[in-house]
């Protein structure tokens, strides 16, 4: 039977949250945030001090190692990841994880600003956590769960691994990234440095939850040029550009086609931001779909949208720029079905449900599926994350990492 030690995991997990990590989606620099580094350098010692092969490079990615321990030669590395960085959503400076122990169904108030308030009534999930130790902050910043209770697990797992010798398994690799979270996690990743043949990305919601699926992503940009004179002898002549990008905006439908009108497997195309001058201006867009066949929809509705309001005025040029960002990884996943069944196995043998999701989004997972590491996410339990509100059950994390658990013996079990 695996016990994981919930008190050191919550020790854990709240001294990896203190630790300022957030990155910043302005920064052309990698990492985007140098103090990233700072919970990069804490775990690589940690890592070490378990007797892990351990490095961190100079983009601050931790790779590290753990030797087989089998008599079984073809079993095969497995990597388990999860991202340093938090959100730039909301600060996540002089973070102050609260543990509330023995949850007992009442809202908790968080003191340092007691207007959040995290409310049964409101919070399904939470109700059904009586008797758990919640983690919060304090109210005026996010937790940072996402994705530390990730590294948490991953690096209790391990922990477990270590101190108990008895169990079997094959070589697991480990790799935490900066950056996940201004898309940029595997920017400078060597999945060859991993060592793995298959991985799992600890960023997962509810326990249970197992993610095999997410939306496939571009971005978009529509640059305008207008026709520019001076303001005062420009009656006829001027072409605002910033003008004609608020009518493409306008012109976009507003009860479809958008992220707060959409949901399950539909997709959107959503503005993120619109920069310029009368002469020149830019919209950038996100564009999501589970399909690539949807994704190109998206893309030839939304240029012909922005072709025809272009159209109404002579002498505008306007140019369609797509980035590819990530794809669906299921499309990877169903050559390797394995991946996905060793995972749920574990997390039956945890003794959860096992639920199976499509995310509208994507993670590190999403990448490595396409970079030769298949790869599909696992829960943590993080709950109303990039928030001030955000919370996790510490018994969830020790699900998570008995998951782990459960999946090294799994591969080598079913090895020969």
């Known amino acids: 039977m695996i016990k994981i030690a919930q008190d050191q ?6 001294r990896y949250v203190r630790v300022d990590t957030q990155s910043d989606p302005n920064s052309e620099a990698f990492p985007t945030t140098e103090k990233q580094k700072n919970l990069s350098r804490i775990l690589l010692d940690e890592l070490k001090a378990l007797g892990l092969e351990a490095s961190m490079d100079d983009y601050g990615y931790v790779y590290a190692k753990l030797p087989a321990h089998t008599s079984k030669k073809n079993v095969p590395c497995i990597c388990f990841c999860s991202h340093v960085d938090t959100a730039p959503d909301c600060s996540g400076t002089d973070v102050k994880p609260i543990l509330h122990r023995s949850y007992s169904g009442e809202d908790i108030v968080l003191p340092d600003d007691p207007s959040q308030v995290l409310r049964a009534a409101d919070l399904p999930y939470l109700a059904t956590k009586k008797g758990h130790d919640i983690i919060t902050a304090s109210g005026l910043t996010l937790l940072g769960a996402d994705d530390k209770s990730g590294v948490a697990a991953i690096m209790q797992a391990i922990t477990y ?20 979270e201004v898309g940029k996690g595997t920017a400078k990743i060597s999945v060859e ?4 043949s298959f991985g799992y990305t600890l960023d997962g919601g509810e326990a249970g939850s197992l993610e095999d699926e997410t939306f496939s992503a571009d971005g978009a940009t529509i640059v305008v040029h207008g026709v520019i004179v001076h303001p005062g002898y420009a009656k006829g002549k001027l072409k605002n550009a910033i003008k004609i990008a608020a009518e ?32 020149k201006a830019s919209i950038q867009f996100i564009v999501r779909d589970f399909t690539d ?49 060793y995972a749920a196995e574990a997390i039956e043998r945890s003794g959860l449900k096992v639920i199976t999701e499509s995310i509208r989004g994507g993670t590190d997972g999403s990448r490595l599926s396409y970079m030769g590491l298949p790869c599909p996410n696992i829960f943590t339990g993080m709950q109303e994350i990039h928030s001030k509100k955000e919370w996790i059950s510490v018994q969830d994390i020790a699900k998570a990492a008995e998951t782990i658990v459960h999946l090294c013996m799994i591969w080598e079990e079913k090895s020969n």
């Open 9 to 14: 995991l919550a020790e854990r997990f709240m």
């Open 161 to 180: 691994l270590v101190s108990n010798p008895g169990i079997a398994h094959g070589p697991l690799s480990v790799v935490f990234t900066p950056d996940e």
């Open 193 to 196: 440095k991993t060592g793995a």
């Open 248 to 279: 493409i905006l306008d012109a976009l439908p507003k009860h479809e086609w958008s992220p707060e009108t959409t949901e399950g497997k539909q997709g959107f195309v959503h503005p993120m931001s619109i920069s310029g001058i009368a002469e």
């Open 293 to 341: 066949a949807g994704l190109e929809a998206h893309h030839q509705r939304l240029q012909a949208l922005a072709e025809a309001i272009v159209a109404q005025y002579p002498g505008v040029v306007m140019e369609y720029k797509r980035q590819e960002q990530y794809r669906n990884m299921k499309l990877v996943l169903d050559q390797h079905p394995q991946v996905v069944q």
